[in-house]
């Protein structure tokens, strides 16, 4: 390979944006040949944030790898947590109990809505809106702080077990709820007043970046980015998981495809979001959280201090062998993650570890697609491309 | 008794009828898991098998969910059902038309280890293959561009085979910093 | 603050002169505008970044002027995993800040690796650049971040050396 000098001297010119670059969120790399100011050719790098995490789920325990799922879509690690479990529950072949499915819906679509909220913050930055990261992060702290009194941690929640979730929602979580979807169309609005029709927002994303509905599916696109194109597809429609069928939505679709596109079906789904929030706290059945299987789930605390039963039962389902051990065979589960379709395809070999786990990411995907929306257009775009995107580093290469 | 009528009765699924009719060569083994079809397809013809699926209008399997790998070293049993084959390439299909799910396993021979690449049916399969090869040293013949993509391209090694350690070989303390084009 | 105010009370002077030497006056006004580089690459950027924004707001002490240019900034928040990918990156962007400079190692992995014991991860960034400061936790919280950033502020104060130049004369 030719040196970037060397190419320089022709007509044209080598930039190599990131991996430290303030828009590209982290390590992402682009390799942008140039010719004036337009772009030629975009080769995108990745695995500068490879961690190895499917090695990983070869040597931890089935319950122990949800903390590694937290760690892989950073911004909405719930839904991570829900997409592992939901396949490892799939391949035991045991269903929750309808409040902790319930509960799981609810948990999703708030992180999905911090998912949505980070992207917007942040691709409103990298295109210099600086008031929106903030109005952004003020709504997300507020997310955080239900994550936080609901799983004990803002970020790296772990919250879902195998069979069940960590614990109950907390005594006012209703109410917290409530009030968050009460006054975020609020918030949301400013933000729609600040971009959707500002003049410098629509001529940096309309008509950015575009791409169609057919090339869209060959390259793999999936969740927004997908439905920009106008393709209505949506796993939770399609293959309703964990009581998704029993609440009504729409699926927002966009026509051209381009950045612009990608900009206001995120923004609706914030709205329909809120809506499926306010449907499961309406109908949220009362019950416990946690399948009956003492193969499975934990006894409650006080049972593993207070009776030696209780603390036998502790010690089997955490001892290697004794605890969670699917059959042997092989499953592929997929999720809506905020992102597009988040899918574990898990091998197990009987044991209490996987024999085999593969992350299905939607951040890889739309990584590779980026040269498809960039090559033609102009140097300033790529900015605007990748950030309508959404690419995790940490799902990207995980 | 009952049971058993009712449970042959149930039609069978429209792909596997028609690759048994098209392609019943190629077919290894077909299963039912979990509500998801899966089929073997002998490795000769993966390539016809899955344009098959994917062009075949009623059957239009035209969104490739993901192509990986699996090294069955350490598992005795999967090893001897396809002739002691160590890796299997594992595509995931998904139709929007059917809105089903197809697994599509190729089984793959440590001595001839190569496949043919899928990126001229699918733009997506690219990098998809890449990983499959960085991790497992696959080889997908006529792809476009098979390099390394995670791991940098000085690296030795194949990190997802079974017998590679969790904690390396030693790399993560003695890389070579001047090395590294960055 | 660090500085010496002579005469005040004694009426000679109203408190208008103020004693002092270079160095506290430099390291004084190092301490209050510290430019940090945020090499965010995993979990812990999203907490580096709530430090920046609205509610815990890092600006209050000082530090608000992010700069993704190596060459202007003078501290280094190291916040994520560093592959063996990245590490020379790092690396690079490290030798590239003007002296002197101080790095904080944010969070488990940048510090030790954290529950990401595996072939492909740096095991503690402090092997291949010296550390000033480093933040437990998975990820820290935002307090724990300006907390650290504090911790460098004392340290600039109390006139001692980053650790980057200590090695150089070591």
Same mark, same amino acid.
């Given at each position: 390979?030719?040196?970037?000098?060397?190419?320089?001297?022709?007509?044209?010119?080598?930039?190599?944006?990131?991996?430290?670059?303030?828009?590209?969120?982290?390590?992402?790399?682009?390799?942008?040949?140039?010719?004036?100011?337009?772009?030629?050719?975009?080769?995108?790098?990745?695995?500068?944030?490879?961690?190895?995490?499917?090695?990983?789920?070869?040597?931890?325990?089935?319950?122990?790898?949800?903390?590694?799922?937290?760690?892989?879509?950073?911004?909405?690690?719930?839904?991570?947590?829900?997409?592992?479990?939901?396949?490892?529950?799939?391949?035991? #072949?045991?269903?929750?109990?309808?409040?902790?499915?319930?509960?799981?819906?609810?948990?999703?679509?708030?992180?999905?809505?911090?998912?949505?909220?980070?992207?917007?913050?942040?691709?409103?930055?990298?295109?210099?809106?600086?008031?929106?990261?903030?109005?952004?992060?003020?709504?997300?702290?507020?997310?955080?702080?239900?994550?936080?009194?609901?799983?004990?941690?803002?970020?790296?929640?772990?919250?879902?077990?195998?069979?069940?979730?960590?614990?109950?929602?907390?005594?006012?979580?209703?109410?917290?709820?409530?009030?968050?979807?009460?006054?975020?169309?609020?918030?949301?609005?400013?933000?729609?007043?600040?971009?959707?029709?500002?003049?410098?927002?629509?001529?940096?994303?309309?008509?950015?970046?575009?791409?169609?509905?057919?090339?869209?599916?060959?390259?793999?696109?999936?969740?927004? $980015?997908?439905?920009?194109?106008?393709?209505?597809?949506?796993?939770?429609?399609?293959?309703?998981?964990?009581?998704?069928?029993?609440?009504?939505?729409?699926?927002?679709?966009?026509?051209?495809?381009?950045?612009?596109?990608?900009?206001?079906?995120?923004?609706?789904?914030?709205?329909?979001?809120?809506?499926?929030?306010?449907?499961?706290?309406?109908?949220?059945?009362?019950?416990?959280?946690?399948?009956?299987?003492?193969?499975?789930?934990?006894?409650?605390?006080?049972?593993?201090?207070?009776?030696?039963?209780?603390?036998?039962?502790?010690?089997?389902?955490?001892?290697?062998? *004794?605890?969670?051990?699917?059959?042997?065979?092989? *499953?592929?589960?997929?999720?809506?993650?905020?992102?597009?379709?988040?899918?574990?395809?898990?091998?197990?070999?009987?044991?209490?570890?996987?024999?085999?786990?593969?992350?299905?990411?939607?951040?890889?995907?739309?990584?590779?697609?980026?040269?498809?929306?960039?090559?033609?257009?102009?140097?300033?775009?790529?900015?605007?491309?990748?950030?309508?995107?959404?690419?995790?580093?940490?799902?990207?290469?995980? | 008794?009952?049971?058993?009528?009712?449970?042959?009765?149930?039609?069978?699924?429209?792909?596997?009828?028609?690759?048994?009719?098209? *392609?019943?060569?190629?077919?290894?083994?077909?299963?039912?898991?979990?509500?998801?079809?899966?089929?073997?397809? *002998?490795?000769?013809?993966?390539?016809?098998?899955?344009?098959?699926?994917?062009?075949?209008?009623?059957?239009?399997?035209?969104?490739?969910?993901?192509?990986?790998?699996?090294?069955?070293?350490?598992?005795?049993?999967?090893?001897?059902?396809?002739?002691?084959?160590?890796?299997?390439?594992?595509?995931?299909?998904?139709?929007?038309?059917?809105? $089903?799910?197809?697994?599509?396993?190729?089984?793959?021979?440590?001595?001839?280890?190569?496949?043919?690449?899928?990126?001229?049916?699918?733009?997506?399969?690219?990098?998809?293959?890449?990983?499959?090869?960085?991790?497992?040293?696959?080889?997908?013949?006529?792809?476009?561009?098979?390099?390394?993509?995670?791991?940098?391209?000085?690296?030795?090694?194949?990190?997802?085979?079974?017998?590679?350690?969790?904690?390396?070989?030693?790399?993560?303390?003695?890389?070579?910093?001047?090395?590294?084009?960055? | 603050?660090?500085?010496?105010?002579?005469?005040?009370?004694?009426?000679?002077?109203?408190?208008?002169?103020?004693?002092?030497?270079?160095?506290?006056?430099?390291?004084?006004?190092?301490?209050?505008?510290?430019?940090?580089?945020?090499? #965010?690459?995993?979990?812990?950027?999203?907490?580096?970044?709530?430090?920046?924004?609205?509610?815990?707001?890092?600006?209050?002490?000082?530090?608000?002027?992010?700069?993704?240019?190596?060459?202007?900034?003078?501290?280094?928040?190291?916040?994520?995993?560093?592959?063996?990918?990245?590490?020379?990156?790092?690396?690079?962007?490290?030798?590239?800040?003007?002296?002197?400079?101080?790095?904080?190692?944010? #969070?488990?992995?940048?510090?030790?690796?954290?529950?990401?014991?595996?072939?492909?991860?740096?095991?503690?960034?402090?092997?291949?650049?010296?550390?000033?400061?480093?933040?437990?936790? $998975?990820?820290?919280?935002?307090?724990?971040?300006?907390?650290?950033?504090?911790?460098?502020?004392?340290?600039?104060?109390?006139?001692?050396?980053?650790?980057?130049?200590?090695?150089?004369?070591?």
């Amino acid at each position: 390979m030719q040196s970037g000098l060397e190419r320089a001297t022709g007509e044209k010119m080598v930039l190599n944006f990131g991996p430290q670059h303030p828009a590209t969120h982290g390590t992402l790399r682009i390799v942008l040949e140039l010719d004036g100011e337009s772009v030629l050719k975009a080769t995108p790098h990745a695995g500068y944030l490879h961690t190895g995490f499917e090695k990983l789920g070869e040597h931890l325990d089935y319950n122990q790898y949800i903390v590694v799922t937290d760690r892989m879509n950073y911004l909405s690690p719930l839904s991570n947590n829900f997409g592992y479990v939901l396949a490892v529950e799939q391949l035991l #072949g045991i269903e929750v109990t309808k409040r902790c499915q319930y509960i799981r819906i609810l948990m999703a679509e708030l992180s999905r809505l911090a998912d949505h909220l980070l992207w917007l913050g942040t691709a409103a930055l990298d295109l210099g809106a600086f008031s929106v990261f903030l109005y952004s992060f003020r709504e997300r702290e507020k997310l955080y702080s239900i994550f936080e009194k609901t799983t004990g941690a803002r970020l790296t929640t772990s919250y879902t077990r195998v069979g069940g979730v960590l614990r109950d929602l907390y005594d006012g979580c209703e109410e917290d709820v409530r009030q968050f979807v009460t006054n975020f169309p609020k918030a949301l609005k400013e933000t729609h007043t600040l971009l959707t029709k500002n003049r410098i927002w629509m001529d940096r994303t309309k008509g950015v970046g575009p791409i169609s509905a057919d090339d869209a599916i060959s390259y793999g696109l999936t969740g927004p $980015c997908l439905r920009a194109t106008g393709v209505a597809h949506d796993i939770r429609k399609a293959e309703p998981y964990s009581s998704y069928d029993e609440v009504t939505f729409d699926v927002p679709v966009g026509t051209n495809g381009d950045a612009y596109d990608r900009y206001l079906v995120r923004m609706e789904e914030m709205i329909q979001s809120c809506g499926i929030v306010t449907q499961v706290l309406d109908n949220i059945p009362d019950g416990p959280v946690n399948v009956e299987d003492n193969k499975i789930t934990m006894p409650d605390k006080s049972d593993a201090y207070g009776h030696i039963e209780g603390l036998i039962h502790h010690f089997k389902v955490v001892m290697d062998g *004794h605890g969670v051990q699917p059959p042997k065979g092989d *499953h592929y589960c997929a999720t809506e993650s905020p992102n597009g379709e988040l899918g574990f395809y898990i091998v197990s070999d009987g044991s209490g570890t996987a024999y085999r786990i593969r992350i299905r990411p939607p951040s890889f995907l739309h990584f590779q697609a980026l040269p498809h929306m960039l090559e033609g257009g102009m140097v300033s775009d790529t900015v605007a491309v990748l950030g309508s995107l959404n690419v995790i580093a940490g799902e990207l290469d995980r | 008794m009952s049971e058993e009528n009712q449970v042959e009765e149930q039609p069978k699924p429209l792909v596997l009828e028609k690759l048994e009719a098209n *392609h019943a060569d190629a077919l290894l083994a077909q299963d039912e898991s979990r509500g998801t079809i899966v089929v073997v397809i *002998h490795k000769e013809q993966a390539y016809a098998v899955l344009e098959y699926l994917k062009t075949d209008p009623e059957l239009a399997y035209t969104f490739l969910v993901d192509v990986t790998a699996v090294d069955n070293s350490q598992m005795e049993s999967e090893l001897m059902q396809f002739d002691y084959a160590r890796f299997m390439v594992v595509y995931q299909l998904y139709s929007y038309q059917g809105q $089903c799910r197809l697994r599509v396993k190729v089984p793959v021979h440590e001595n001839d280890l190569s496949v043919a690449s899928v990126t001229e049916l699918w733009q997506g399969a690219n990098w998809l293959e890449r990983e499959t090869y960085d991790m497992f040293g696959i080889n997908f013949e006529g792809h476009p561009d098979l390099r390394r993509i995670l791991m940098p391209d000085d690296f030795e090694g194949y990190p997802l085979r079974k017998d590679y350690p969790l904690r390396g070989r030693g790399e993560r303390e003695s890389f070579n910093f001047d090395k590294q084009n960055v | 603050m660090g500085l010496d105010f002579v005469g005040q009370g004694a009426g000679q002077t109203d408190g208008n002169i103020i004693t002092t030497t270079i160095d506290k006056v430099v390291n004084w006004g190092r301490k209050n505008s510290l430019w940090p580089m945020p090499f #965010g690459t995993a979990c812990c950027a999203i907490e580096m970044m709530a430090t920046l924004a609205s509610k815990f707001d890092l600006s209050r002490f000082g530090s608000e002027a992010i700069r993704f240019s190596p060459r202007q900034s003078d501290l280094l928040i190291v916040s994520g995993r560093i592959s063996i990918k990245m590490m020379p990156v790092l690396k690079r962007i490290y030798d590239q800040m003007p002296d002197p400079k101080w790095v904080i190692s944010m #969070g488990a992995c940048a510090s030790c690796g954290g529950v990401f014991d595996t072939y492909t991860l740096i095991q503690g960034v402090d092997q291949f650049i010296p550390v000033d400061v480093y933040i437990p936790g $998975c990820p820290p919280r935002p307090e724990d971040l300006i907390d650290a950033v504090l911790q460098v502020q004392q340290k600039i104060t109390s006139g001692a050396s980053p650790k980057g130049v200590e090695a150089v004369y070591e």
